[in-house]
């Protein structure tokens, strides 16, 4: 009975350790502050993915769950974008450049300037927002996006492709190949 349960002990330990393994081994997106994001464009220039959020919102949270913990999607991100997480009600100041966005209180909660600004006054969450290399505005893209409708706006924006190609005509000739 005593080497039945050191036997039973050990499994369980194994069977932890392999589950705590795989876990750790899981890809995630490599989430950056949107100072460190300016900084690591100037070497590497890459765009900005932006999700704006907020803590009390259901739709982020399951973004976060489904979208943003998809295989192939956190690899595309992680291969041509520098993703953030921007709290769109963080309280922390935030400088790019040689300006300082700063939390301003308003009823229950406040918003932070940035988002604002990133949301051009439209403050719904979730917000993807779409910067280029140089940190000029592409396109926010507000509401829960699942994996099917953000794989597509993920590639047409970094194959720069809105630049030349309508949106509809680009995915009318993606879903073509």
């Known amino acids: 009975m005593k080497y039945l ?8 330990l194994f069977v932890n350790l392999s ?4 876990k750790a081994k899981k890809p995630e997106i490599n989430w950056v502050s949107i100072e460190e994001a300016e900084a690591l464009r ?3 220039p890459r765009k900005i993915l932006i999700d ?5 919102c259901g739709w982020c949270k399951k973004m976060d769950a489904t979208t943003f913990s998809d295989s192939a999607i956190i690899e595309y991100i992680n291969t041509h974008y520098y993703a953030v997480k921007l709290d769109a009600e963080q309280e922390e100041p935030i400088t790019l450049g040689d300006k300082t966005y700063v939390f301003v209180p308003n009823g229950r909660r406040g918003y932070h300037e940035i988002a604002k600004e990133l949301l051009q006054d439209k403050m719904s969450y979730p917000t993807t927002v779409f910067l ?7 396109q926010p893209v507000s509401g829960y996006l699942d994996v099917e409708t953000i794989k597509p706006i993920l590639e047409y924006l970094a194959q720069n492709a809105y630049k030349e190609t309508p949106w509809e005509e680009w995915l009318k000739n993606r879903k073509a190949n």
Not at 19 to 22: I, P, Y
Not at 52 to 56: K, L, M, N, Q, S
């Open 19 to 22: 589950v705590a393994q795989n």
């Open 5 to 12: 349960s050191s036997a039973v002990f050990v499994f369980l």
């Open 132 to 138: 280029d290399e140089n940190m000029n505005m592409i």
């Open 52 to 56: 704006v959020y907020t803590d009390w």
């Open 42 to 44: 100037r070497t590497e």
